[in-house]
């Protein structure tokens, strides 16, 4: 079976400064890595993927993440965050090559950030 | 080209009423996922669907939950004789295809039960 933790429930930051946010997960088959960002009161928006290649994926908003096999990781990080980039943070996994399957997310870290 | 509308957006129910909520996924897309997040957690997968078909229902309750998507119409999911444990935001995303990595998310529907 498939799961996801992300490491932090909380991350403060201040505006321009860089932010990490850790995702692990574990699974017995290949994956497809996905981060999601929740909005107050909005549905989600699709940040970045992995499916293959390039371990370093780069999504929107400035913001990339690394795909690390060897340490079941996927890491969220920006070198320098604005105010607007406060929200929740998801990340997800799903099965590689199985169709149909559903998204397994993590908890969610909230990220703030504060001039 | 609109994306995944769901309707309502903000639902009140008292314990013991039905709730229904809709779906219509994107133009093109015949594949629709229904996921519940409740307070303080991330999503869970409930049901997955093709117009038609119930796909995989591995995550829905056993019981008062039913999900449909028929071939005209949006995608419906029906909680019966809801209780305050049902109270959370439901999310639905489509797909064009059965693959995973091209699920398109709407805003959610808030239910509440009071």
């Known amino acids: 079976a498939q799961s996801v933790t992300q490491l932090d429930s909380q991350v403060p930051v201040f505006e321009e400064a860089p932010v990490e946010l850790r995702c692990n997960y574990s699974s017995s088959v290949s994956v497809y890595l996905f981060w999601y960002v929740q909005y107050p009161n909005q549905g989600l928006q699709l940040l970045l993927k992995y499916l293959s290649g390039s371990t370093l994926v780069k999504g929107i908003n400035g913001f990339e993440a690394e795909f690390n096999k060897s340490q079941t990781s996927f890491h969220l990080r920006k070198p320098s965050v604005h105010i607007s980039d406060t929200a929740e943070y998801f990340c997800a996994v799903s099965g590689g090559n199985q169709a149909g399957t559903a998204l397994i997310f993590g908890k969610g870290t909230t990220l703030s950030v504060s001039s | 080209n609109a994306g995944v509308m769901q309707n309502p957006r903000h639902l009140v129910r008292r314990r013991g009423q039905e709730a229904r909520l809709r779906c219509s996924p994107m133009?093109?897309?015949?594949?629709v996922y229904w996921y519940r997040q409740l307070p303080e957690e991330g999503l869970k997968f409930m049901v997955y669907?093709?117009?038609?078909?119930?796909?995989?229902e591995s995550g829905m309750p056993k019981e008062r939950f039913s999900a449909e998507f028929p071939k005209e119409g949006p995608s419906i999911l029906r909680i019966q004789q809801v209780v305050r444990g049902d109270s959370a935001a439901y999310f639905c995303a489509s797909s064009p295809k059965s693959v995973s990595y091209e699920q398109y998310f709407g805003p959610g529907t808030r239910l509440t039960v009071t």
């Open positions: 133009k093109g897309h015949s594949h």
């Open positions: 669907l093709q117009k038609e078909n119930i796909i995989d």
